[in-house]
């Protein structure tokens, strides 16, 4: 049954193990078999995993170049003592992560290779010059683009010693490799993220039949030609003035630049940066298009769902396990290393959730197989998980092709319940269900005033009713407060059998537990205190890992805010934002506004908490019923 399977030499080898492990489930499966039931292998694998990412381990091994691991640069003892071990020595204190030795690695290859080509370009043009100028640059564009990926996720790749450089090295390397200034981290970080591939998402594909060449080309010459003003305006009617200000300040500032550049020098500027950022445009939505060409009919807002997973060499060892799609969705702020962590302990919840996983192909190949209609080859390519083992070659291409099939608008209004509308029409709209939502340009100007009169339901029906539904949907919940004080747990545990779904909590009243616990970034909680959106989505997705067992936990609920009576980080007392992950997304709800003093706003906030989950849950039963 795994016959199809290609074992590639230059897997990494995090992939070789994870694709021998999907091998052993294939050849083990049986039908009757529960899905969801780890095995001692599963386990094995998943300790050894996480000790090749743990600098205190044995097993630990750095990332020293994307073409050999550690063991296989073989040179000669003096070399390797002379040069090599220092270099790793050296690398490891100017890097940001142990691991990310490869990140220094590559800025010292293109600094020392594109930029002094760059500059001899525009000082003595040759085209055999200029043509090599741009292969080279063509080598080097996807591995700096998923360096770039973790840089602006993560909010720099470098020891905070270097933050300056690190801060500035983009606007250089930048237009070198195609991106203009700043338009990844706006598009990518700010909109792609929030909106999730859903109607919204202005690189969404589910209004396109995804095997139609036609509908790639308007999708791609959409992008190429209407994303500078699309992105702005984007921000703007969602009341996010300033960002979308900064997003066109920036797109226009490196057009003048480019502008600039060919009037000095034509010839040195088509090959230097105009190439490069068509190439670069033309491979970056052909790779999404591939990344989110399998939608599930079902469940299109489900990230398990509306994305995949590749195990290439391509995706993976080139480019920083680009391949692991889902799992970067699911937590855009996981480390690129510990991608295969969280697949291996995730695995049988991808394989409850339907999710696709590839091999041997990567997002390109899989967008020009889906411009031949060759699902033949791409089931070839598909590593069959859970219930799709049992699948035929055949079945397998018809179940990716009707994946691929456009949504009407109809079926987007039913099915993008939760993305129909901007994230405070939501919170909004739930909590006064017969009231239109504000105008879109008045969400932030407008915050949210929400009494305890709106709150339907009381603490304990709502947490009955969460564990019911917990328990309908065979799901777990762990709980991360810092507003409520352990509030939410105690209404959760005090029903009875909560103990079979509820796996436990942690109060981060400190910042420092916030940080090193959960996982929140330092940056977001210097730059905008613990109460904000992101804090809450993260606190959400910390406490889900640090309470995942031999399963995955399935639900985080979290909660941040003020209770007064004084304001804290410039928000007003009431202000409270509540983080919900799980069912393939990471939500931040708010700002809400309660009212009332310090007891008032703690108990609407766990009535909402609450609430909200309950109303995620019910769509869950919903949907699967």
């Known amino acids: 049954m795994a016959e199809h399977l290609v074992f590639h030499p230059q897997l990494t080898k995090a992939d070789a193990l994870i694709l021998e492990g999907l091998r052993q489930d294939i050849n083990e499966y049986k039908p009757s078999q529960d899905a969801q039931a780890p095995k001692a292998r599963d386990e094995d694998?998943?300790?050894?995993?996480?000790?090749?990412?743990?600098?205190k381990d044995a097993h630990f091994e750095e990332s020293i170049t994307s073409s050999w691991d550690f063991d296989q640069i073989k040179l000669p003892l003096f070399l390797e003592k002379?040069?090599?071990?220092?270099?790793?020595?050296?690398?490891?204190?100017?890097?940001?992560?142990?691991?990310?030795?490869?990140?220094?690695?590559h800025l010292l290859l293109y600094f020392s290779t594109s930029l002094p080509s760059a500059i001899m370009l525009y000082r003595n043009f040759s085209w055999i010059h200029g043509i090599l100028h741009f292969i080279m640059q063509f080598t080097y564009m996807g591995s700096y683009t998923l360096l770039m990926h973790q840089h602006i996720h993560m909010r720099g790749v470098l020891n905070k010693r270097f933050a300056l450089f690190d801060s500035l090295f983009p606007y250089i390397t930048d237009p070198l490799m195609g991106h203009t200034w700043n338009s990844y981290f706006y598009h990518h970080v700010k909109h792609h993220h929030v909106e999730g591939n859903g109607p919204n998402d202005l690189s969404s594909t589910i209004r396109y039949q995804r095997d139609s060449l036609p509908h790639l080309l308007h999708y791609i010459g959409k992008f190429l030609f209407l994303v500078w003003a699309e992105l702005p305006l984007y921000f703007i009617r969602n009341g996010k003035t300033m960002t979308g200000l900064k997003a066109m300040f920036w797109e226009l500032s490196n057009y003048a630049f480019l502008t600039t550049m060919f009037c000095l020098n034509r010839n040195a500027t088509i090959c230097v940066f105009l190439m490069p950022l068509g190439l670069m445009r033309l491979g970056m939505m052909m790779g999404n298009w591939g990344q989110h060409a399998f939608v599930d009919e079902n469940e299109p807002d489900s990230d398990y769902r509306s994305s995949i997973t590749v195990i290439d060499v391509m995706s993976n060892r080139q480019c920083y396990n680009d391949g692991y799609h889902t799992s970067h969705h699911l937590n855009p702020r996981r480390h690129w290393r510990e991608h295969p962590v969280h697949f291996q302990k995730s695995k049988h919840t991808y394989?409850?959730?339907?999710?696709?996983?590839?091999?041997?192909?990567?997002?390109?190949?899989?967008?020009?197989?889906?411009m031949m209609k060759d699902y033949k080859t791409l089931a070839k390519c598909l590593v069959p998980i859970g219930d799709q083992i049992a699948l035929s070659l055949d079945e397998r291409a018809a179940m990716l092709k009707r994946t691929t099939r456009r949504f009407t608008e109809e079926e987007i209004q039913k099915k993008f319940k939760k993305q129909s509308t901007p994230l405070d029409v939501i919170v909004t709209s739930s909590l006064h269900?017969?009231?239109?939502?504000?105008?879109?340009?008045?969400?932030?100007?407008?915050?949210?005033?929400?009494?305890?009169?709106?709150?339907?339901?009381?603490?304990?029906?709502?947490?009955h009713d969460v564990i019911t539904l917990l328990k309908q949907t065979h799901s777990t919940v762990a709980v991360a407060e810092s507003l409520t004080g352990g509030s939410i747990m105690a209404a959760l545990t005090s029903i009875s059998g909560s103990s079979s779904v509820f796996r436990g909590g942690i109060v981060s009243y400190d910042t420092g537990l916030k940080t090193n616990i959960l996982k929140v970034d330092k940056d977001i909680i210097s730059q905008h205190g613990v109460v904000h959106e992101e804090v809450a989505r993260q606190m959400a997705t910390g406490v889900r890992d640090v309470t995942a067992l031999e399963t995955p936990t399935t639900w985080g609920v979290s909660t941040t805010g003020v209770a007064g009576p004084e304001p804290q980080d410039g928000k007003p007392a009431g202000t409270v934002f509540i983080g919900i992950s799980g069912g393939g997304r990471d939500r931040a709800l708010g700002p809400f506004r309660f009212e009332g003093g310090r007891d008032e706003v703690r108990k609407a906030t766990i009535v909402e908490a609450l609430e909200q989950l309950r109303k995620l849950l019910a769509d869950r039963t919903t949907n699967s019923s």
Do not use: C, G, W
């Open 45 to 55: 694998l998943l300790r050894h995993l996480q000790a090749m990412n743990d600098p």
């Open 351 to 370: 394989a409850k959730e339907h999710a696709i996983v590839f091999h041997d192909i990567d997002y390109f190949m899989i967008t020009v197989r889906l």
């Open 82 to 105: 002379l040069v090599l071990r220092p270099y790793v020595r050296i690398a490891k204190s100017i890097v940001r992560v142990d691991t990310d030795v490869i990140m220094l690695t």
């Open 433 to 463: 269900p017969t009231t239109a939502a504000p105008p879109v340009d008045s969400l932030f100007s407008t915050t949210k005033m929400a009494s305890t009169q709106y709150l339907r339901r009381s603490t304990e029906s709502l947490a």
